[in-house]
Structure formats: C-alpha cells, structure tokens
C-alpha cells in the first residue's frame, strides 16, 4: 500500500498567517490526491480534489498544488474556523490511503 | 442531501456487526460509495468502496476478508457486514458519496458528503 506522510504533525499559527502542509507519497500517484479538513468532533469535509481543483463551495484561501509524490495544501490566511486536522487522502491505487493528519491549533 | 448511519454498536472479538447507510436528496445509484472508519483519538483510515450498481468492491487489507461491502440502490442503502471483528476495529464508521469528478480524462476520488458516524466498539 502507497504510504502518505503529512509535515508538520501540528504546527501552531495565528489569524493571518500563511500556512503550508505537505504531504508526500511512497510512490508517484499523479495528482490523484484530495484534502479533507476535520473540526474537533465533527465529520471530514472536502476541500480539494484531483491535488488542485477547489471543492464547490469552499473558500479561495485554500489551494492544492503538487504532483508525482509531493503535494501541498496552502491556506493563505488562516482564519479561526480554519483551525482543525487537515489530511491528505491518495485514489492513485487500492487500498486507499490517508495521511496521518496536520493539526492546526491557535497560537 | 444527506448520509444516515446506523447498526454500531458494543461486541465482543469474533462477532459480527452489520452497518447500515441510507441516503437521500440524490440518486444514490449515480455514485460510488465509501466507508471510512476513525478510531477514537486517531486519523482516518479508508476502509471500502463500492461501484453504483455493487460491481466492484475494493478493501483495505487488514479487513479483506471479514468485512464485506454492498448496496440496494432501490433502498438508497449500502452496508458493512463486519465478521471477526478484532479490538482494533474499534472506530466510529463513517460512510461517504464520491461524485468521481473528471478531469482531463481520468477521475478521481471526492468524498464530499458524509454520514454522521456510527459507533463501533470491540472488547471483552
């Protein structure tokens, strides 16, 4: 199984700040890549699909960039809803494989 | 447009548990379905899909086996039939829609409607 490891495990940011988290695959998987966002006690949401392409309804500070075996998820200027566990989430093959999780807490 | 789970509950290793998912507000045939399960305090974990008219399955490895996935679009439904549970299945069990987006030719993954969970627990 392809394996996703997410930098940093948590990081601490402020209102405004610019945050970047990186996941990278064991193995090239395209851009078969999305990003979910999970507020304490509460179900994922999908933010990007396909390592790039903004879900429907989700706020242009997120974006998605990357391919082959490292990607990013970029939230241009944190905003108090935005602090949660962000994962990334491969569909290159099966099984399907999550990342670990990036907490985002309040500095 | 919603995703209602049902069927967690407390078992003991070895039992059998079957889960439930009714959708609704959209055609649940037109879409691949998902579960993905959470053990308390930890991440995600990607257990199953199945195709929209139940063609194809896939699983996660340390379930194949024991755990079966399955559908009746005319119920708008799909299930988890879990067999020889383990103390590590313990999770809250999620199910989710894929609406499969396309992009350039090949499709991808997007699970954007999720059930509230459902609650499983395996212990003596």
């Known amino acids: 199984a392809i394996q996703m490891t997410q930098s940093p495990s948590s990081l601490s940011a402020s209102v405004g700040d610019r945050v970047t988290i990186t996941c990278r695959a064991s193995q090239g998987i395209g851009t078969e890549l999305a990003w979910y966002q999970q507020r304490p006690g509460k179900v994922p949401k999908l933010l990007i699909y396909?390592?790039?392409s903004l879900e429907t309804g989700v706020p242009s500070r997120f974006s998605g960039s990357g391919s082959g075996t490292t990607f990013t998820l970029t939230i241009s200027s944190l905003q108090s809803d935005d602090f949660a566990t962000y994962y990334c989430l491969q569909d290159s093959t099966y099984p399907r494989t999550f990342g670990q999780g990036t907490k985002v807490e309040i500095k | 447009v919603q995703l209602v789970e049902s069927g967690g509950d407390l078992v003991h290793p070895g039992e059998s548990l079957s889960l439930s998912c009714v959708g609704s507000g959209f055609t649940f045939s037109s879409y691949w379905m998902t579960w993905v399960r959470q053990s308390p305090g930890k991440g995600l974990e990607w257990v199953a899909n199945?195709?929209?008219?139940?063609?194809?399955?896939n699983y996660l490895d340390s379930v194949k086996g024991r755990f079966t996935i399955s559908r009746d679009n005319a119920k708008n439904s799909v299930y988890l039939l879990m067999n020889s549970l383990r103390p590590e299945d313990t999770a809250v069990y999620y199910c989710?829609?894929?609406?499969?987006?396309?992009?350039?030719?090949?499709?991808?993954?997007?699970?954007?409607?999720w059930g509230q969970g459902t609650m499983v627990t395996v212990s003596s």
């Open positions: 199945i195709h929209e008219y139940g063609s194809r399955e």
């Open positions: 396909a390592a790039s």
């Open positions: 989710a829609r894929d609406t499969s987006p396309e992009r350039d030719g090949n499709y991808f993954d997007a699970l954007d409607i």
